[in-house]
């Protein structure tokens, strides 16, 4: 597959509204992109779409865990406010971010994996990978083609339309292939009526386990040749499992980069580039043996950072730029929304970063100074599944580089990122850091009472 080392400038010239296209996959962790120094990733669009555009080195996910990560992602909502665990339906009387851009007179399409319906298995028993999400809780999304959950790479089953027009068909490849393809389908559509804006989202699986892409990206990556993480345990058994699960992972993530590059190739190709912004982000990350933990649900930096990059649209940056601002999943529907000059309803909770993706303080936008200096991060509910941490926790990961995480009356981890990058040193019993603990503490408490949440924290 040819690299793409270099994407064609846009030059904002456009009075049209903008477009936005999200693109997101699953457990995709933010090392694991060329652009952030990971030498097994082969992410050139990744690399070069951050070169040109923004990308955010401290985004995360507020819950790194799939439903309780999409509830909040499209409602501007905290864990605590909308849905808790994987699975778990999203309450369909909630405001979405589709609502504000139908009202708006954006044209909105929701593509692939959803996974807000509720129990893997649907009222009837069907398995979830072939159940039919009804009309009714399909988010408002005008065109909605996508799955409760499939976990099943080159066997995945779409489904849409409703009543006499439903339909439902087992995609004939690789996921992330057939997605795009018909991401690409639905960008030739709009680009018939350039005056009239679309949001659409593309969910993806990969590169969620089971770990496997396309033969010809398997055969490029070899277990045996996978660098690990620092913070894997020099265990035999620990790093054998890890090298094996990162070599799917790499292949997944490179078919998955190779597909983001078929979509902003095709924009160029329409002239859509300049008109329309596009966010890759993921849901949440994988720790593949950092600390001996798998999976997600973890406060580690494995599981909790994220990739996110923007690009397009009205961006006017020459080189590239990484923003330390601690974007959050509540946040992309207001900056979305932001960027496309709609009111951010009253019902969301997260920031608007609009100004900050432009880089300007001008008062068309909410002012940078508004930010908040740190991202709340939570897991809300015990979760019974091997690998993953099988508690409740709260924590902040902070603008400056502090992490602090706490059990219900407890300290859990505090690391000081900036010098301890794999979080080898857990501050959080030290007497010696007791000050900066107390300090965190207080963030942390300020998050809980903001948010409505509730939490004990413990005593400093």
Request: charged share 20%; proline share 8%.
């Amino acid at each position: 597959m040819s690299d793409r080392p270099h994407l064609g400038m846009i030059e904002p010239m456009s009075t049209r509204r903008p477009n936005i296209i999200w693109i997101f996959g699953d457990q995709h962790r933010a090392q694991a992109c060329g652009y952030a120094g990971d030498p097994n990733a082969h992410t050139p669009t990744l690399d070069a779409l951050a070169g040109q555009g923004l990308s955010f080195s401290n985004a995360v996910a507020g819950c790194p865990w799939c439903t309780p990560f999409r509830g909040a992602l499209l409602t501007s909502r905290y864990v605590h406010q909308t849905v808790q665990r994987t699975p778990q339906r999203l309450d369909p009387s909630l405001p979405t971010v589709a609502d504000a851009f139908n009202q708006a007179g954006y044209h909105t399409y929701y593509l692939g994996k959803w996974h807000l319906d509720g129990n893997r298995a649907n009222d009837s028993g069907v398995d979830s990978r072939v159940s039919i999400v009804p009309s009714e809780r399909r988010g408002r999304f005008q065109r909605w083609e996508g799955f409760e959950n499939s976990n099943h790479h080159f066997r995945s089953v779409l489904h849409g339309g409703e009543g006499a027009a439903a339909w439902q068909e087992q995609l004939p490849g690789y996921e992330t292939d057939c997605l795009t393809d018909r991401l690409l389908n639905y960008l030739d559509e709009r680009a018939q009526t350039p005056d009239d804006p679309f949001f659409a989202i593309c969910s993806i699986t990969p590169p969620h386990d089971p770990y496997v892409a396309p033969r010809e990206y398997m055969q490029r990556y070899t277990p045996g040749q996978m660098q690990l993480r620092p913070n894997v345990p020099p265990i035999p058994r620990i790093q054998e499992q890890a090298q094996r699960q990162l070599a799917g992972y790499y292949a997944a993530i490179e078919n998955l980069d190779y597909n983001v590059g078929r979509v902003w190739d095709r924009l160029a190709e329409l002239k859509l580039q300049e008109d329309t912004y596009v966010f890759f982000f993921a849901d949440h990350g994988d720790m593949h043996g950092s600390h001996g933990h798998w999976h997600k649900s973890s406060p580690w930096e494995e599981s909790i950072r994220i990739p996110c990059v923007v690009a397009g649209g009205r961006l006017s940056i020459n080189t590239s730029r990484r923003s330390d601002a601690p974007i959050n999943h509540v946040d992309y529907a207001p900056t979305s929304l932001g960027l496309c000059g709609i009111p951010v309803p009253t019902s969301m909770a997260g920031t608007d970063f609009s100004a900050h993706i432009h880089n300007r303080n001008d008062g068309t936008q909410p002012a940078r100074d508004a930010e908040p200096s740190s991202a709340y991060i939570q897991q809300c509910v015990r979760k019974n599944f091997g690998g993953c941490n099988d508690r409740t926790w709260r924590g902040i990961r902070t603008r400056d580089g502090w992490k602090y995480v706490c059990l219900e009356g407890q300290p859990l981890l505090m690391v000081n990122l900036n010098e301890d990058p794999y979080e080898l040193e857990n501050l959080a019993y030290r007497p010696e850091a007791k000050a900066k603990r107390a300090e965190l503490s207080a963030e942390l408490q300020a998050w809980i009472e903001r948010t409505d949440d509730s939490f004990v924290l413990p005593e400093i």
